[in-house]
């Protein structure tokens, strides 16, 4: 029997602005939502946002930021992702699939070659799916203190035909998103 609730594919709305309120709203308010704190790293916010809203309340979220990147010595951009966040209640519903595939849609809209993510190594079977390739290699993030190796995985989806990771370092100009 289906969940009426979850008949129709979730609706994914641009959001105005992320705030944390809004993160609390859809994750609790515990003192590592992403589980990445012992990371020790310092984050970028998102300039676009993508939620879906159920009676009201935002149960999922994901947000998008250009970034500039060097890779094997030559300077670009890529669409990052970041804060993907869906409601623990909600969660094998698609709502990741939904925001994750808005902000994709929107990014290739945008410019870049690539979109890039950084995430827990239990998700990346769930990128996996959604269309993301693991990085197998170290990527330098900037950070308060200096550049740093990225401790957790580093995952790409190309946003054009065509369009194939080139080799080389990759150097993170920025905090990461």
């Known amino acids: ?39 020790g790293l310092t984050w970028l916010p998102k300039e676009d946002h993508f939620g879906v809203r159920r009676d ?28 993907v966040a869906v409601a623990p209640d909600l969660r094998g519903h698609g709502l990741a699939r939904a925001v994750v595939s808005a902000a994709v849609d929107h990014a290739r809209t945008l410019g870049p070659r690539y979109g890039l993510l950084f995430c827990r190594p239990p998700l990346v079977p769930l990128y996996g799916r959604l269309g993301w390739r693991a990085l197998e290699r170290d990527v330098h993030v900037e950070q308060p203190g200096g550049v740093v190796v990225m401790p957790l995985r580093t995952m790409w989806t190309p946003l054009h035909d065509g369009v194939t990771w080139p080799p080389g370092e990759i150097r993170l100009l920025s905090l990461p998103m």
């Open 1 to 39: 029997m289906t969940d009426r609730h979850f008949s129709a594919p979730p609706a994914v709305v641009r959001l105005a602005e992320y705030t944390k309120a809004e993160q609390i709203e859809i994750l609790g308010d515990g003192p590592d939502p992403f589980g990445v704190a012992d990371a």
């Open 56 to 83: 009201g309340r935002l149960v999922a979220h994901a947000g998008l930021l250009r970034i500039p990147l060097s890779i094997g010595g030559v300077d670009t951009q890529a669409m990052g992702l970041g804060g």
